[in-house]
């Protein structure tokens, strides 16, 4: 099997619960290669929710932003929210201690502050994928999963809170290459599809830089708990960009 297909696989399977082919001769510096693929897996995942959304909505928008959601965890299982809940448990514990965060966010059971940031996140999603699916911006969910996986790229720049954690290994494998196509490849389509997902890498920029202030680095829980806020706050600009429209019209 080429390289460029296992680290393609191993992409999906690290990403996401969709079955694929078992790679038979693993190796781990193949998992960080597969960095460089994250925003596809990220177009993959838009596919599947619009092909699963579209004929629900025609029936009722709030049943299609329930399974929506739904498949949204399921096809992750959760991989991100577990990262939103850690690092919300983290700082809202640590008391701007760094050596307290570290221990917080490595602490398996979940907090008040985590089980609150969830709940935020997940009715803000279910109320914004309604009101996206009403203005039927499909190809608007099609890339806002492939920006939010893209933005891994530019976060694991920074500094890693933790030797040899997850932020490490993918931080030195995907190059400025790699970056600046994907780059162009998703504000080209969001220039064409989307032009309200042009302030995404905004959105990026700003929470890397939020980021490098609260918590002085980056670790794997930051890295999922930022492909979350960025679908979220991605649907909040499409609907509002929307909003906007309509008031004008």
Do not use: N
Not at 136 to 158: C, H, K, T
Not at 162 to 182: C, D, I, K, N, P
Request: some cysteine; proline content about 5%; overall charge neutral.
């Amino acid at each position: 099997m080429p390289a460029f297909l296992q680290h393609w696989i191993l992409a999906v399977q690290f990403l996401t619960r969709l079955p694929t082919p078992q790679i038979r001769e693993f190796k781990p510096q193949m998992l960080a290669a597969s960095a460089a693929w994250f925003p596809l897996v990220g177009l993959l995942i838009g596919v599947l929710l619009c092909g699963l959304l579209w004929p629900l909505a025609q029936l009722d928008v709030w049943l299609a932003a329930w399974f929506g959601l739904l498949f949204w965890l399921l096809v992750t299982g959760g991989l991100h929210l577990d990262g939103l809940a850690d690092l919300s448990d983290a700082l809202g514990a640590s008391h701007r201690d760094p050596e307290r965060l570290l221990a917080v966010m490595k602490d398996p059971h979940l907090g008040s502050f985590g089980v609150l940031s969830l709940c935020v996140l997940l009715s803000g999603k279910l109320i914004l994928l309604m009101l996206t699916i009403a203005a039927e911006q499909w190809l608007a969910l099609l890339l806002i999963p492939a920006w939010a996986r893209f933005g891994v790229f530019y976060w694991q720049s920074l500094p890693a809170l933790q030797a040899g954690g997850m932020a490490e290994q993918f931080g030195w494998s995907v190059s400025r290459r790699s970056r600046g196509l994907w780059l162009v490849i998703l504000l080209l389509l969001s220039a064409y599809c989307c032009p309200a997902l042009l302030l995404a890498p905004v959105l990026i920029a700003l929470y890397r830089h939020w980021l490098f202030k609260a918590v002085g680095g980056v670790s794997g829980d930051c890295l999922g708990a930022g492909v979350e806020v960025t679908e979220l706050g991605l649907l909040l600009g499409v609907v509002l960009v929307q909003l906007g429209w309509s008031g004008l019209s």
